[in-house]
């Protein structure tokens, strides 16, 4: 047996061994026993029963029956922890035996001298085992942050219904064991958004179908890639009056995913995992993951998969990673919304460590095809979500075991030639500085930074030492490759070092430095509008696009937290939809227009006639390039960030040429990656920048200027170019790097009285790439007379 494994096998045993005998005074009183209301079934107050086939629930009656279920039961808590992004109630519900809700601030207490082993002092083993017995494992669910995966707000019903009304044995068991932390949507605008856009097409050719926009108002999908950044108030929410207050030992993702593959995954996660993740978690998740998935086959739940589609590399998605919690993410496969699917069995297709139509010791049970409904998904979900809690509260002990041997670990004094911390730069004593934001993003994620004679110092003998790590070292994605020779994509993207991102640089420290810690208050600063205000319009497709609701999002003006753009007011931001795009007379109202990153044929085209109301088919088309062609021409400037560049070089016969086009994955790969990136400094937009700078780089092009038509590339200009002599890659994955060498990454493109700008990149990447703002927010300054 392991070490590792040998001491959290003693240690369990002891806590166990020590733990007193629980009375049946102690147990939850039956329901009939309560002095409260009938717990109300989810139907009573829906109207439906959550999984029925066509129904959806709005998020007002959602919260609703929450409300009643704190009313009826002595087993519920329910609060509001704040507004959403649109003003929405953000909620959580606790739900334990009812001695346990009148000890939450002791259970409380208990996590974090558990999370922090410094808080124990001298003897801590003996005080650890002392607290571990007195504790209840802490299991935080989470539903609904992806809105069209609508399985698991609603199953957040039908979940606490049967912990807050049930008697059975393995419930009281749960309430006894456990404090679960349910979360019913990480994002409740969306709930409405899809369920608005689902009951408008409901019986037309269209039912089913996903909305014409996004359905978290700036980030979509992506609300699912801000677990380190804290962007959104979604997360922040979550992490500082959750995550960061029970320090959960368990966290349960309920997701959905596409109908033609597996009907469930749940853990092992496929590799790579990030290396930062600390090995009892790596221990936890596989334990947990494997007796679920038991568990479900056990129930006659058919096509459960593990060990494969998904891997455990980036922190965006798994916070509780590194900070002493396993992520289990279940996966359940889709219906359309709210609408029944019919799967033929041949139809299924393989994914990422498994072939659905094949037996394998990851997936030893079938699913044989057939119609798919909501109610499946709902039935798969709640299944395993109470796998999950058995294992949780028969397993007490163990996890709470292991859960302080985390933070154990992540304490010890570190060895000679160990990494003992990361050294920043101290930001100047007033104006802007990207030291202070990424500051705030750790001191969020629970690290601790202190402020020092020698700059701002992160050291690793911390609880969350290994979360700071992640985001400040460089990231070596291995070079995984299929029996082809092709690459193996990420599941997300391979990057994610913010002092590049950031600008900042970062000095890694091996032995310990002498330091004196001081008091310091950075002064803000603010450019002032020199050129004047600009009006600056957004292109958004009725095809959503995450990167249109990113940079939205840059130029938000609900709270400025962290809002370079915003504070600089020196922009006023529009929408540009299709319809006013084909109208024309662009420039008598907008000094720049935005074309975020899109495909040139979804930007052209839009949804095909037929696969949506006819309002939101057919993209900008060839009125829309013509108002461009005509707004550029006249004076105003575009932008065009990463893909979108091929639509302008297409339509607008720019003299430039993309270098990657046609390439094959082996030839040249880049899924997510920063790259560095040289500036010509003697241009406007990088006449206030270092030399070097970098690129995030994800289905980027890289261009060259053609030479053809000497007058015609006169008028063409590189901003940025990739570094001719060395490797471009900086961290994450680079396949077929010398394709860039020496091309251009930036080009401006004069076209009549205006300018086009190309980005090879996006650089406004999920709100973290704040080196290249100062590139973006260039590009907007007024261009009519006013």
Known sequence: MPVRALAIFVLTALILSASPAVSRRELPPTRAARKVAPVPAPEEVLGFRPGDDRKL??????????KRLDEASDRVRFEELGKSTMGAPFVVATISAPENLRRLEEFKDIQRRLADPRTLGKDADRKARKLIARGKTIVLITCGIHSTEVGSYLSSMLIAHRLASSDDAVVLDILRETIVLLVPSLNPDGVDIVKSWYDKTLGTPYEGTEPPALYHKYTGHDNNRDWYAFTQRE????????????????????????????????????????????KQIVEGYTELGRAMAAEMRRESFKGVVTDAIFDAWTPARAYSHYHG????????????????????????????????????????????????????????????????????????????????????????????????GFLLPRPPAR?????????????????????????????????????????????????????????????????????????????????????????????????????????????????????????????????????????????????????????????????????????PRVILE??????????????????????????????????????????????????????????KRTEFYAPGSILRIELDTSHALASHLPEESIAWVEDSPAFEIKGGDPQAAARARVVARYPQNSDPLLSGWLLGGEKLKGKAALVEVAVGKGRVYLFGFRPQYRGQSLATYPLFFGTVRPTRKK
């Not at 498994?354 to 037996?359: G, H, L, S, V």
Request: glycine content about 10%.
């Open 235 to 278: 997360t922040q929410l979550t992490v500082e009056k959750i995550h960061n207050v029970w320090h959960p030992q368990i966290v349960h993702d309920i997701h959905q995913m596409g109908r033609d593959g597996a009907r469930l995954f749940l853990p092992p996660y496929t590799q790579p995992v990030e290396p930062n993740v600390p």
């Open 606 to 663: 839009g949804h095909k006639p037929g696969a949506m109301p006819e309002e939101y088919t057919g993209g900008l088309g060839p009125e829309g390039v013509r108002s461009l062609r005509e707004f550029v021409e006249d004076g105003g400037t575009l932008v065009f960030l990463n893909r979108a560049s091929g639509f302008a070089i297409e339509q607008f016969g720019l003299p430039v040429r993309d270098v990657t086009a046609g390439l």
């Open 325 to 420: 919690g396993v992520r289990i993410l279940s996966e359940t496969a889709s219906a359309r919304i709210a609408t029944p699917v019919n799967v033929k069995f041949d139809d299924l297709r393989a994914g990422r460590g498994y072939d659905p139509r094949k037996t394998s010791t990851n997936f030893p049970d079938l699913w044989p095809g057939g119609q798919w409904r909501l109610r499946d998904v709902t039935d798969y979900m709640t299944t395993a979500a109470f796998a999950l809690l058995k294992h949780a509260a028969r397993n007490r002990g163990r996890w709470l075991a292991r859960f302080y041997e985390t933070g154990k670990q992540a304490v010890r004094p570190r060895r000679e030639g160990e990494l003992w």
């Open 57 to 66: 629930a709005a998020w007002a009656s959602v919260v609703a029956y929450f």
């Open 431 to 599: 104006g802007l500085s990207n030291v202070s934001p990424l500051s705030h993003i750790l001191t969020t994620g629970g690290v601790e930074v202190l402020d020092t004679d020698q700059g701002m110092l992160v050291r690793m003998d911390q609880p969350y030492g290994a979360f700071a790590r992640a985001l400040l070292e460089k990231q070596q994605y291995p070079n995984l490759r299929d029996g082809r020779g092709n690459p193996v994509p990420p599941y997300d993207v391979t990057a994610h070092t913010l002092p590049l991102l950031y600008g900042i640089e970062v000095k890694p420290l091996y032995s310990p430095i002498r330091y004196k810690e001081t008091s310091y208050a950075w002064l803000g600063g603010l450019f002032g509008c020199s050129q004047g205000v600009g009006d600056v319009a957004i292109y958004k497709s009725h095809v959503p696009s995450m990167d249109e609701g990113w940079t939205r999002w840059i130029w938000r003006n609900e709270d400025g937290r962290s809002d370079i753009a915003s504070k600089l007011k020196c922009v006023r931001r529009f929408s540009l939809e299709d319809a006013e795009a084909r109208a024309g007379g662009l420039h008598a109202k907008y000094d720049t227009i935005i074309i975020p990153d899109q495909s």
